[in-house]
């Protein structure tokens, strides 16, 4: 009985977490556009944008399986090493890879197709070379860091889908639907922060999407007095 419970329970949490999900992420996309209007202002956001739109095409076509196995995998091993999760043999092929975690959570699951590894490669030897050069480097090499921010974006975004499409059977351990949901919303929140960090807009970003919860919050509130009054 308690067992029986308890999954009912579950149950409940994940779909409550599941619309939960949904509503930031309706929310965070209608706050981008206010976001991203900004983004003329700032040269070299914008050509990390424009590289990004670029990207997304050519990756359709270059999907360089190998480079994101290994990145894919590498991605497991590190969050299950930050969770302090005993880890064992690493595999990384064309096609396919696997890491052995023990008792792994959702965060190490789902990582791969939330956190964009080579992303954080870039920003990380961006980060030291600006250390090492007591932040002065040359205009093209910022230029040519930028490109490569907006590329490394569009690949994982794009072999995401392409992993999502293939039946990945990260996404049946946790429920395809819940795990769905929260790749979605951890690449949309990703995307978002990554947008106030760009137009310095940590104010106006964070306010405009409490507005927006408010003003969901509002409409859904409505829409029950009306049925509620129909009834």
Not at 113 to 135: R, S
Request: glycine letters at 8%.
């Amino acid at each position: 009985m308690k067992k029986s419970m308890i999954k009912v329970l579950l149950i409940i949490g994940k779909i409550l977490c599941i619309i939960g999900m949904l509503y930031l992420c309706v929310a965070l996309v209608l706050c981008m556009p206010k976001l991203l209007g900004t983004l003329e202002k700032n040269r070299l956001a914008l050509i990390a944008g424009v590289a990004f739109l670029a990207g997304l095409p050519l990756f359709s076509f270059l999907r360089l399986n190998s480079l994101y196995v290994f990145g894919h995998e590498l991605t497991h091993w590190v969050m299950a090493k930050l969770f302090l999760r005993k880890t064992g043999r690493f595999q990384s092929g064309k096609n396919a890879g696997a890491v052995e975690v023990e008792n792994p959570n959702v965060w190490i699951i789902l990582a791969p197709y939330v956190l964009p590894f080579y992303l954080l490669v870039v920003i990380g030897f961006y980060g030291l070379i600006m250390l090492i050069a007591k932040g002065s480097i040359h205009p093209a090499a910022v230029i040519v860091f930028a490109v490569l921010i907006g590329l490394s974006y569009a690949y994982h975004l794009v072999m995401t889908v392409f992993a999502l499409r293939s039946g990945q059977a990260d996404l049946k351990m946790k429920g395809k639907i819940f795990s769905l949901m929260m790749v979605i919303t951890g690449n949309l929140l990703f995307v978002f922060m990554a947008l106030i960090v760009a137009t310095s807009q940590w104010r106006g970003g964070f306010k405009a999407l409490s507005h927006q919860l408010l003003v969901q919050a509002e409409v859904i509130i409505n829409i029950m007095q009306h049925i509620i009054n129909k009834i």
